[in-house]
């Protein structure tokens, strides 16, 4: 757990720092230190540009010290170095650099965060690709049904008489799928060396865990990835959705799960748990959950992505958790889901074990979201943050001089006291939700 948060945390900082960096650096602003972690020095060494670069020994961020700066968060000026510069050498520090050049390189930190983010949602998305059309076979995970002889390679054109829409039609397979009767095995016609036959398939949508929530339910007794649930409290499952209307009707009372892992059969007793979930309409609704997701009984065949919709994709894909991150935060302020949703660093670090434990994948995936999270929340207009110095600059630019060194001495007082409050607050969480 530790391992996996420690090693999210250093590539979303370096890359954060790393965008102020080259952007001053681009903007004609040189840096003193570039620093991965805090505290003794391990490592470190001088650049051609006179900046040290250095590995510290507190891997929890990371910062970069400009030329003139009193401090490594560019929240002062060193008075006494700064008047010992000629004009062309304070054109070098942050406090004598246009304001265009100061706003470019405070605002790059998290906008590199973002790029990183689309870069890895775009890159997960085109590695998966999309379902190839029409819908065929590549894999079949193991299924505790042993009268299958749906095989890899079949082209599915039908099951239980459904004519089979195209993939990329959603609504359409959604309506398929609930018009099928839920039975562990199905009727398929498919086209198998070029010749249509009849053979039987699993429900297209068992009850498999293709997914399991980081501190959820399910994952919390030891579930896995691949666990096949066969009956709930007695009664025997043979679609995703059963276990779904079942958990959602429990109202939290506990469950008792019959599952099938690898040949075993073994016995599990979970409790749901009330989870607020972002809606498509920017809402949120409560639902009673156990912390898994159900996926495909095969692997349908894919074709790759292009890197042009894999772009979109991966934009798509950050601006999501960009509006989902808001909408949250709104709806805890104002009471309508539980400040719990907010996790501190035990919480995030804990996620960062879980996904790790479900595969490079998940994680990689998982830090892209971090990082989109990390850029987000610099941005907020708080003093001491990215965007605190950027809301100074947008006064600078309308009053045509920045605030005064005792004003901002003050308003950095009360940003840090700010954010101290709020990693307060979340750690408070991380111990008592």
């Not at 010290?65 to 054109?91: H, M, V």
């Not at 990329?168 to 018009?179: I, K, Y």
């Not at 790759?304 to 989902?324: D, H, K």
Request: hydrophobic content about 50%; charged content about 15%.
């Amino acid at each position: 757990m530790i391992a996996a948060f420690v090693v999210a945390l250093s590539v979303i900082v370096a890359v954060h720092e790393y965008g102020h960096y080259i952007v001053g650096r681009w903007c004609g602003i040189k840096a003193d230190v570039f620093s991965l972690g805090f505290g003794p020095v391990l490592l470190s060494r001088v650049d051609r540009h006179g900046t040290r670069w250095q590995l510290a020994a507190l891997p929890f961020g990371g910062y970069v010290k400009f030329r003139g700066d009193a401090d490594p968060a560019s929240a002062g000026k060193d008075g006494a170095a700064i008047s010992e510069l000629s004009p062309s050498e304070l054109r070098q520090t942050m406090h004598g650099a246009p304001l265009w050049a100061r706003a470019a390189t405070v605002l790059a930190g998290p906008v590199f965060n973002f790029i990183l983010s689309i870069l890895i949602f775009g890159a997960v998305l085109m590695v998966q690709g999309r379902v190839a059309e029409p819908l065929t076979i590549s894999a079949l995970p193991p299924l505790p049904y042993e009268e299958l002889t749906l095989e890899p390679g079949d082209q599915v054109l039908a099951i239980d008489g459904q004519e089979l829409p195209a993939f990329s039609e959603r609504e359409a397979f959604r309506d398929m799928l609930d018009a099928l009767p839920h039975e562990r095995v199905l009727p398929y016609a498919v086209l198998r060396a070029g010749e249509e036959t009849i053979v039987r398939g699993p429900y297209p949508i068992p009850p498999r865990v293709a997914q399991l929530s980081p501190k959820s339910a399910a994952y919390e007794i030891d579930m896995e990835v691949g666990d096949m649930i066969l009956a709930v409290n007695g009664r025997e499952i043979a679609a995703f959705d059963e276990i779904k209307e079942i958990v959602e009707a429990s109202e939290g009372a506990p469950l008792q799960l019959e599952v099938w892992r690898e040949g075993e059969i073994l016995e599990f007793v979970l409790a749901p748990r009330r989870v607020d979930e972002p809606q498509p309409d920017g809402g949120f609704k409560t639902e009673w959950r156990i912390g898994i997701a159900g996926g495909y009984a095969f692997e349908p065949a894919t074709a790759t992505l292009g890197p042009v919709q894999a772009a979109g994709a991966g934009v798509t894909a950050m601006t999501g958790v960009i509006t989902n991150s808001l909408s949250g935060l709104y709806h805890m302020v104002t009471g309508a889901i539980s400040s719990c949703n907010m996790s501190g660093p035990i919480g995030i670090a804990q996620v960062s074990g879980a996904m790790a434990s479900q595969g490079v994948d998940s994680f990689i995936w998982f830090i892209a979201v971090l990082s989109t999270a990390v850029g987000l929340l610099n941005l907020f207009p708080i003093p001491v943050l990215d965007g605190g110095h950027l809301m100074f600059y947008g006064y600078e630019a309308v009053r045509g001089k920045p605030p005064s060194d005792g004003a901002l001495r003050v308003f950095m007082s009360i940003g840090l006291t700010l954010i101290l409050a709020l990693m307060g607050f979340a750690l408070l969480n991380d111990v008592l939700c």
